[in-house]
């Protein structure tokens, strides 16, 4: 024990010692930074424009309808193009974009339709990236620092995350919208040279896959790569735990947190804020904690573990009203998610051949991105009757999900 402890520092550790992924991860934090940034330059400048909420919603949806509509494309052209050249592009893509909305919008001639242009322009593009930006590690260390690598990335995702919109928002406060739009083309710019500067290892290139008519469709490639999930019950397994836990993510982590401090807890947009930093907090010591743990567990096992854990904590919430014991509880599901994360991406990336992989994260992805309004909509309408009925059934979901994955015994043994 005290060696594997010991050992557990180094290890963790022991990508950020290797350029290429010096430069992914800086590369990646950054394009996720400017996210961070692009949601609320958009948000406030359309607020500023136009005084309406509605016209929000347009906004932000014209750029998250294009993104979930091109990931597939995204996927299936990763796994035929380079996915380090799809990340430059999309990168300096972004960056020109922002840049012109942000020089427009210091000029005076911004509109709303030119945002809304905008943003669906910035989703599209931004579809193509995300793919990429997983399924281009394996070229980037070896396999045997997938798991601490994928922890790495993923405690600079969530920094990102968190950081993005508050300096987003501090910038906006000093300067002007607009600015936060330059700023962002900055964060994109930098990300594509970052990229642009790795030198991937070289890979044993797979035959390529062919039709009577030589080389199949973009359809053809999309479809494919959805059997591909859908024939193996282990890569089915670890999709459908993904898709369940962006379900229980959306709704119950938005609308579920602020009418528990809202109405429950009577803490207000503090307590709001203490909730979901205690989630981030959570689930960043799960990812750096997973990232510190050597060999191979089984993923099977942790994936069930997951789906149950997370049960029992959103049944904690709709039963407990202290703000202690449930910020202790949302702590504890940050921990899990974040932990389990970190193995289940690495096995995707350990186990599917390089030829499908980027299609095989696109579905995983488009399936997350469609179910989160939906959980919007239904923790919406049960937030309307009261707490438990909305976590309740999110418990639910989560504990038929754990004892499908324990009914497999392939999946049971997934390493």
Known sequence: MATTLAGAGPRLWAPARQ???????LGQSLSLLGDGFSVVAFSWITLGLT????????????????????????????DSWSTRTLMIASSWTRAVLMAGVGLAGLGGHLTVWMLCAAAAAFGAVDAFFQPARVSILPSVVDESLLTPANALLGAGSRTAAVVGPAVGGVVIALTRAPVAFLVDAVCFALCGWCVSRIRPRARTAPAPRKTDTGQPSLGARIREGVAFTLRDPRLRTVVALDTAVNFCYAGPFTVGFATLADQVLRGGSATLGVLNGSLAGGAMLGTLAGGTLGGRPRVGLLVAALAGWLAAGMAALGLVHSTPAVVATVLAMGFAIGF??????????????????????????????????????VCGALARIDTFALFGLVAAVLALTGLAVLASKAVREMR
Do not use: C, E, H
């Open 19 to 25: 350029r290429p992924f010096q430069l992914l991860w």
């Open 51 to 78: 005084g309406s909420t509605l016209t929000l919603g347009y906004v932000l949806a014209f750029q998250a309808v294009p993104r979930t509509l091109l990931t597939l494309v995204g996927g299936s052209l990763g």
């Open 340 to 377: 389990q994360g970190v193995f289940g991406l690495s096995w995707i990336q350990r186990n599917i051949p390089g030829d499908v992989l980027s299609r095989v994260i696109s579905v995983d992805m488009v399936l997350g991105y469609a179910v989160a309004p939906l959980s919007l909509i």
